[in-house]
């Protein structure tokens, strides 16, 4: 698995330092939707943390003992 991981990453960082050049025509639209793909990622996040954050929280948050949940 390390492996793997290690070859994947190797792979990624010799994609992006080597250089090629392209021909590519980005029109206003593609930053606009650039920014709502990060933007939708974001709202994903925020929306499923907000939804799952009870068990994050019991995961892991502070550990009490029976007697100090019972006394709250």
């Known amino acids: 698995m390390k492996d793997t991981l290690f070859v994947a990453t190797v792979a ?3 994609l ?3 250089e090629r050049p392209v021909e590519a ?3 206003p639209g593609s930053g606009s939707m650039l920014l709502q793909v990060l933007l939708g990622g ?3 996040v925020g929306v499923a ?3 799952y954050w009870h068990r994050l ?3 892991f948050g502070r550990k009490t003992d029976a007697r100090d949940r019972h006394q709250r």
């Open 42 to 44: 974001f709202a994903a």
């Open 12 to 14: 990624a960082l010799v």
């Open 16 to 18: 992006l330092v080597i």
């Open 49 to 51: 943390t907000k939804l």
């Open 57 to 59: 929280v019991e995961r």
């Open 25 to 27: 025509y980005l029109d």
